[in-house]
């Protein structure tokens, strides 16, 4: 038996040492949202292994870093970032992170000047507009071949051919929208202010400006009233952000709650392009006759 045992444990420590080796041909990007990441595998395909720094279903924000997700980041090749402030708590440990290949993604980008759940570099949500999401392919393209130039033209050409799909995305999304008899709407949290301004459409009312903000019975007066205004059939909630207020507006209203996603991840919605359909797909719903 004893020696059962260890013959096991050499075959463990073979198989761990042996593995970082066979993985040494990878860079190994950590990305802060899974739309991110998505982009990442895009445009790396086996080149890259990727790994989502916030959860699925986490609210990003509200994330706090651990100290074994701190360490993971410290064995990357290079991070890919959001930046307008969605990544709050990299403040804490830049020193930590201090020689590490970084990209954020939105720098270029007119970012919405809102003081956004709390934090004051305004509304990070740039992604929900496609042409947005374009601009951070392109950033990432060239993070990975500054990192990594021998890959460069797989890059180039993974990132290319990606980007002309996120057009006819973008296309097919007007398109639909065009459709829709509704062009205003009510949701909980203000992460759909890029995704309205590209296609033609009105965030009239918002719940929960900062986080944990508690409305006060006139700001859900005047959240009913707008519903009642424009002639909402819903009012759109976020997985991550579950509200009770909403609830209770939407009832007393008689409309429903159409639940959206702005960040994707979860086994339903691995990538960008179905994360947007998923959406458009929600929001068609109720906003077409
Ligand atoms: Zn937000």
Same mark, same amino acid.
């Given at each position: 038996?004893?020696?059962?045992?260890?013959?096991?444990v050499?075959?463990?420590?073979?198989?761990?040492?042996?593995?970082p080796?066979?993985?040494?041909n990878?860079?190994? &990007?950590g990305?802060?949202?899974?739309?991110?990441?998505?982009? /990442? @595998?895009q $445009?790396?395909?086996d080149?890259? %292994? +990727?790994?989502?720094?916030?959860?699925?279903?986490?609210?990003?924000?509200?994330?706090?870093?651990?100290?074994?997700?701190?360490?993971?980041l410290?064995?990357?090749?290079?991070?890919?970032?959001?930046?307008?402030?969605?990544?709050?708590?990299?403040?804490?440990v830049?020193?930590?992170?201090?020689?590490?290949?970084?990209?954020?993604?939105?720098?270029?980008?007119?970012?919405?000047?809102?003081?956004?759940?709390?934090?004051?570099?305004?509304?990070?949500? &740039?992604?929900?507009?496609?042409?947005?999401?374009?601009?951070? /392919? @392109?950033? $990432?393209?060239?993070?990975?071949? %500054? +990192?990594?130039?021998?890959?460069?033209?797989?890059?180039?050409?993974?990132?290319?051919?990606?980007?002309?799909?996120?057009?006819?995305?973008?296309?097919d999304?007007?398109?639909?929208?065009?459709?829709?008899?509704?062009?205003?709407?009510?949701?909980?949290?203000?992460?759909?202010?890029?995704?309205?301004?590209?296609?033609?459409?009105?965030?009239?009312?918002?719940?929960?400006?900062r986080?944990?903000?508690?409305?006060?019975?006139r700001?859900?007066?005047?959240?009913?009233?707008?519903?009642?205004?424009?002639?909402a059939?819903?009012?759109?909630v976020?997985a991550?952000?579950?509200?009770?207020?909403?609830?209770?507006?939407?009832?007393?209203?008689?409309i429903?709650?159409?639940?959206?996603?702005?960040?994707?991840?979860?086994?339903?919605?691995?990538?960008?392009?179905?994360?947007?359909?998923?959406?458009?797909?929600?929001?068609?719903?109720?906003?077409?006759?």
């Open positions: 038996m004893k020696k059962f045992l260890t013959l096991l050499c075959a463990a420590i073979f198989l761990h040492c042996s593995k080796e066979v993985q040494s990878k860079l190994l &990007v990305a802060s949202i899974a739309p991110l990441a998505d982009f /990442v @595998k $445009i790396g395909g080149h890259v %292994d +990727v790994f989502t720094i916030v959860p699925p279903g986490a609210n990003p924000h509200a994330f706090e870093l651990t100290p074994g997700i701190m360490k993971k410290n064995q990357t090749d290079l991070l890919v970032f959001n930046g307008a402030g969605l990544e709050f708590w990299l403040d804490n830049v020193d930590n992170l201090k020689g590490k290949k970084a990209t954020f993604t939105s720098d270029g980008l007119d970012i919405k000047d809102d003081e956004h759940q709390g934090h004051h570099d305004g509304n990070p949500h &740039v992604w929900l507009n496609p042409q947005n999401a374009i601009h951070q /392919v @392109k950033k $990432i393209y060239f993070a990975l071949a %500054d +990192v990594d130039p021998q890959n460069k033209a797989t890059y180039e050409s993974n990132a290319a051919l990606y980007i002309k799909h996120l057009e006819i995305v973008d296309q999304i007007q398109q639909t929208v065009d459709t829709w008899t509704q062009k205003k709407f009510v949701c909980f949290h203000p992460a759909w202010a890029y995704f309205a301004d590209r296609y033609g459409l009105e965030m009239v009312g918002v719940i929960e400006k986080a944990g903000m508690e409305q006060s019975p700001d859900i007066a005047e959240i009913i009233q707008t519903v009642q205004d424009i002639g059939k819903a009012i759109f976020e991550q952000f579950p509200s009770h207020v909403a609830e209770m507006i939407a009832a007393e209203s008689n429903k709650v159409v639940p959206l996603d702005p960040l994707g991840g979860s086994k339903n919605l691995t990538s960008y392009v179905d994360l947007m359909r998923y959406n458009v797909a929600q929001m068609t719903k109720v906003m077409k006759e």
